[in-house]
């Protein structure tokens, strides 16, 4: 087919041909030369991790990071510009949800809004009250009190209203938002390790400190709250110390189901939530509770639990609900923020002076998700058992590629996967490599996941092995580029998520990519793998 034939369907379609400039950077002059040199490090070295804005050292955690950040996002593909990277969307890396229709509530509520005589005008800083009222109905489903009550220790609850609702665009949106309003530049962001690497380097960019708390195997990759009291009061000691108390610990970030671990904090382990809350509230320590994956607990009869649900912990909690990974609706990047009023009323105006107000169609879809009618409520579970038994399967699947199809127990779950791979394998030899499972692989032992899409690969195994490329793998990012030379493959390295066992080699995988990606990427990995010697 000729390229004016091409050029002429893709029109029909409504595809234009794409057009780039060919800056070089490099040659700049005037105003522009002046902002890419102060931009140097993003623009001259292909989107390596730009240094903070007042120029201070990365912290500890994220100096660490940069140099994975840096590989993972630039230098594998500047080293290799010969090999093509799988498809975005279907590499192990993704972050991005299962193909999954949107919440009907969403969608019908974006479609009411559309329909509207107003458009016109310019809505609230926070979102429409309606909205917020939705929002707040939802709460009070899910346990938050609408009554105020006098707490054990004298404090006050004043009870879930609208003015404790502010809306944003994603939850990434929002956490920027919100260390803006209770952070000063110089205050430590505590979070824990492993964590999302994204809101690590957010916190860091806004010139506040990223430091971690180790989690670990024996308490079940969930938060120790005695080494978290620990850990606040060491590191304010030492801000004490050298900035006579200028700064402290502001916050600490709570992954309610975790990323990349896929725990749960629910009513089997309430204990250490409360306990949690406690050593926060006790330091004057925002709890910023991210809730994102909660509707993706495998258990839907028991939820993560919001921190915020006990009126002890309201006034010193921050919660974020959004739509991008169980609700099919990533790309309109919406969120809602539930919050002290104070904290509230400063978010909204932070909005006022950055962005006027909030998109209508983002604050639609929210409130269509989350709401307390009925029939939001039986659209859910039946919207939410089908795609958690999808990922579950997808887990299962991932499970027996890399023990061998015969681990799994489950005569009539052996004889799907087994269709699935035959699937999307054609030669019986390949086919054969992916029954046996990979040697030298392993599932990271007690990180099997309990909500979400990912799991954590173990390759420690492969440390010290010799690529046909005649290079020894020495460390993560020797793993990564022999996979990447293999075939495109990518995932995020232990250090992009701040892994804290650094004798171990791991990696974030998802499974929220297609059932042919993952058997395909499997066989690819496989098939390296037993290259290495």
């Known amino acids: ?96 949800p299962m193909e999954y229709r949107a919440f009907p509530g969403s969608m019908r509520a974006v479609k009411k809004v559309l329909k509207r005589k107003n458009l016109y005008w310019y809505p609230r800083s926070a979102g429409g009250y309606y909205a917020q009222q939705s929002i707040v109905d939802y709460l009070i489903r899910e346990g938050f009190s609408p009554e105020p009550a006098n707490l054990k220790n004298g404090g006050h609850y004043d009870g879930i209203g609208v003015d404790n609702v502010v809306f944003a665009c994603s939850t990434t949106h929002a956490y920027s938002l919100i260390l803006s309003v209770i952070a000063e530049p110089g205050d430590i962001v505590l979070m824990t390790a492993p964590n999302y690497g994204l809101f690590a380097i957010i916190s860091e960019m806004g010139n506040y400190r990223t430091e971690l708390l180790d989690l670990h195997e024996k308490d079940d990759w969930l938060v120790n709250p005695d080494a978290l009291a620990k850990k606040i009061d060491t590191l304010n000691a030492e801000l004490a110390s050298a900035t006579g108390k200028k700064h402290r610990v502001a916050a600490f970030l709570n992954l309610n189901p975790h990323n990349p671990t896929g725990k749960v904090l629910n009513h089997k382990n309430i204990d250490v939530l409360r306990r949690m809350g406690e050593v926060c509230k006790e330091r004057d320590v925002f709890v910023i509770d991210d809730l994102v994956y909660r509707d993706l607990t495998y258990d839907l009869n028991d939820l993560a639990v919001p921190l915020a649900i006990m009126p002890d912990f309201f006034d010193s909690t ?77 887990y299962e699947l991932i499970y027996a590629l890399v023990y061998g199809v015969k681990k799994i127990k489950d005569l009539k779950k052996r004889r799907s996967i087994l269709r699935t791979i035959d699937r999307y394998v054609k030669a019986s030899a390949d086919r054969n490599i992916l029954y046996a499972g990979c040697k030298n692989l392993k599932i990271r032992a007690g990180t099997e996941p309990e909500s979400g899409f990912f799991t954590v690969f173990d390759f420690t195994e492969l440390k010290g092995k010799l690529t046909p490329f005649g290079n020894k793998i020495k460390s993560e990012r020797d793993l990564l580029e022999y996979f990447f030379k293999s075939g495109g493959l990518t995932y995020l390295m232990g250090g992009n998520i701040c892994w804290p066992k650094s004798e171990e ?23 390296a793998i037993r290259k290495l010697k």
């Open 1 to 96: 087919m000729s390229n004016k034939v091409k050029e002429k369907l893709k029109r029909l379609m409504g595809k234009p041909n794409l057009r780039f400039a060919s800056t070089d950077y490099a040659k700049s002059s005037g105003a522009l030369k002046v902002f890419v040199e102060r931009h140097s490090s993003f623009l001259l070295n292909q989107h390596h991790l730009e240094k903070r804005s007042d120029n201070s050292p990365y912290s500890n955690a994220i100096a660490k990071m940069e140099p994975d950040y840096n590989f993972f996002n630039s230098d594998i593909y500047t080293r290799n510009p010969k090999q093509k990277a799988i498809f975005e969307y279907d590499n192990f890396h993704s972050g991005t």
């Open 318 to 394: 921050i919660s974020l609900f959004g739509l991008s990974k169980a609700y099919g609706l990533a790309s309109f990047r919406a969120a809602v923020i539930v919050a002290p009023r104070a904290v509230a009323e400063v978010l909204a105006q932070k909005i006022h002076d950055t962005m006027d107000s909030m998109p209508v169609l983002q604050v639609a879809s929210v409130s269509g998700a989350f709401n307390g009618s009925n029939r939001r409520y039986r659209e859910y579970k039946k919207y939410m058992q089908k795609q958690i038994r999808e990922y579950q399967y997808r």
């Open 505 to 527: 080699m791991v990696g974030r995988i998802s499974f929220g990519i297609s059932r042919k990606a993952i058997v395909q990427n499997m066989l690819l990995m496989n098939k």
